[in-house]
């Protein structure tokens, strides 16, 4: 039981905890709801082996860092949210584009630096926007999203909006000196923000317990702000959809911001270029074979007869060619003019 004196709870434990598969609170939920839940952790999952596939050949240049193995945590978080609220988040942000709807083909041809990227071929895998989409980017400097989405949120509270802002970090930025200054503001000022660990148990390759003096419950890292906090098992897609509901509501009331540490796991290196030797070939299998995110809910509708193995495949052919149909948009897109060099450089009265 918690302490009663204490802001934060807990919801999960140390990690992902195996459930049985029968069933796995399907039955709560509108079978077209949970069929949207699977296509866009699919969409994901597959755009990002495409990804993988295209910088192995040369196609996309720089850093790349996958989401494979953590799509649970951002398609849940955004079945929480309204499309007045805003999303922010680190260089692994592939997977939150998509969930906040924006086109497959531009993220990709991004990606490839081409002219019809998000941000014109211009800001590769860690820096694309869309106002539109509300997503206020990747960002490639450790923790620095997080004062940028607490001031986003700020501007919401400032200007008499009913947003919230979702504002992602991982395990690895949570030792950063600013995100500590961010707790304190948003506390202060009660602001509308939502922060999101995503905790895949490295940063980079140092082992979350490595990086942590005390404490590895990282949750309770806003408990000084009196910001209250919560860990979930981030690999169930139901289960973080339930927390960020309840998270949002809070900040959107006005009682200011709320922490949650989803307990996710990335299957590939921390980059394309990070053979991952740090962590046993058995442990990542563990984590495929018993806590797969779309596995988990695949079988839990084919048990609750939701759907059928046809219709998932159909729906696996549909979701490859729509990743195919970016992977081909973004190498037909030109490489953008040497002019642009020098656009979106300052802002002009």
């Known amino acids: 039981m918690a302490n009663p004196k204490s802001s934060t709870t807990r919801a999960g434990g140390a990690g992902p905890k195996k459930r049985s598969r029968k069933g796995n609170g399907v039955a709560d939920f509108p079978a077209e709801e949970l069929m949207v839940y699977y296509k866009e952790m699919l969409l994901i999952r597959r755009f990002e082996e495409k990804a993988g596939q295209m910088y192995g050949m040369g196609l996309i240049g720089g850093f790349c860092h996958l989401y494979i193995g953590q799509e649970a945590v951002v398609v849940g978080m955004q079945a929480a949210l309204t499309d ?3 999303v922010i988040t680190s260089y692994r942000d592939h997977g ?3 969930a906040c709807g924006m086109d497959p083909k531009g993220v990709m041809a ?10 014109k071929g211009k800001g590769g895998s860690m820096h694309m926007f869309s106002r539109e989409k509300g997503f206020y980017g990747g960002h490639g400097i450790v923790g620095a999203q997080v004062p940028l989405g607490t001031g986003i949120a700020f501007a919401h509270r400032y200007l008499d909006e009913p947003a919230v802002c979702l504002t992602y970090l991982g395990d690895g930025a949570i030792n950063q000196g600013q995100v500590y200054e961010a707790f304190n503001m948003a506390s202060l000022w009660q602001l509308p923000v939502v922060y999101v660990i995503e905790n895949n148990k490295y940063g980079m390759g140092t082992s979350a317990e490595r990086a942590s003096a005390r404490s590895t419950e990282l949750y309770q890292r806003g408990q ?5 906090g919560q860990q979930i098992d981030g690999m169930d897609i139901l289960a973080v959809k339930a927390a960020g509901e309840k998270a949002v509501a809070q900040a959107r009331s006005g009682k200011g911001p709320y922490i949650l540490e989803a307990m996710t796991y990335r299957y590939r290196g921390h980059s394309m270029s990070d053979p991952a030797k740090y962590r046993s070939k058995e442990e990542v299998q563990k984590v495929r074979q018993e806590y797969d995110p779309i596995d988990q809910l695949r079988s839990a509708m084919l048990s609750a007869e939701i759907v059928d193995e046809a219709r998932l495949k159909e729906i696996d052919r549909a979701v490859k060619a729509k990743v195919s149909e970016a992977a081909e948009f973004a190498q037909e897109s030109p490489e953008p003019d040497p002019s642009e060099l020098y656009t979106d450089v300052f802002v002009t009265a």
Not at 110 to 119: C, M
Not at 224 to 228: D, K, Q, R, S
Request: charged fraction near 25%; proline fraction near 5%.
């Open 84 to 86: 007045k609220d805003t």
């Open 96 to 98: 939150h584009m998509l």
């Open 110 to 119: 991004e990606l490839t630096g081409r002219r019809g990227g998000y941000s």
């Open 224 to 228: 000084a702000y009196g910001i209250p």
